[in-house]
């Protein structure tokens, strides 16, 4: 199985921004963590701060991945966009968010890539990334 782990704004900062909510270990640690756990996976990876790209990506996804893994970070909350991109590539997407956003400001409540995606992992750590390969292998 191939899968794309798409993560959108400020999430290059994990592991600096916020420890106390996203903790210490960085997004790249992690991620080289997860190549070696799923060994039988191809798994890409990229992240960007800038919608249009997300949205480029989920495009070029397209017959080269059999899943993606999308972290859009506050795009989740803002973009129609980008929700339409999701439902526009016909592939199996999974939201995943780090912290709990139903446990945070009001406007995180709802979630427009949540509506396309096919399942969506919240508030499980870095873990809801392997959470959202695990799903996507067994679906």
Same mark, same amino acid.
Not at 1 to 14: A, C
């Given at each position: 199985?191939?899968? =794309?782990? =798409? #993560?959108?704004? #400020? =999430? #290059? =900062?994990?592991g600096k921004r916020e420890p106390e909510v996203y903790g210490n270990q960085s997004l790249d640690e992690f991620l080289q963590s997860m190549k070696k756990r799923f060994p039988d996976c191809v798994i890409d990876d990229f992240q960007t701060n800038h919608e249009g790209v997300l949205i480029d990506k989920l495009h070029e996804a397209m017959g080269k991945y059999d899943g993606v893994v999308m972290n859009p970070g506050g795009y989740a909350h803002t973009s129609i966009a980008l929700a339409d991109a999701v439902r526009a590539i016909g592939l199996p997407v999974v939201e995943v968010h780090i912290s709990n956003v139903y446990e945070r400001e009001a406007f995180r409540h709802h979630s427009y890539t949540a509506e396309a995606a096919v399942h969506s992992i919240v508030g499980h750590g870095l873990e809801g990334y392997a959470e959202a390969i695990l799903f996507l292998i067994t679906k």
């Open positions: 199985m191939k899968i =794309l782990i =798409l #993560n959108g704004p #400020n =999430l #290059n =900062l994990i």
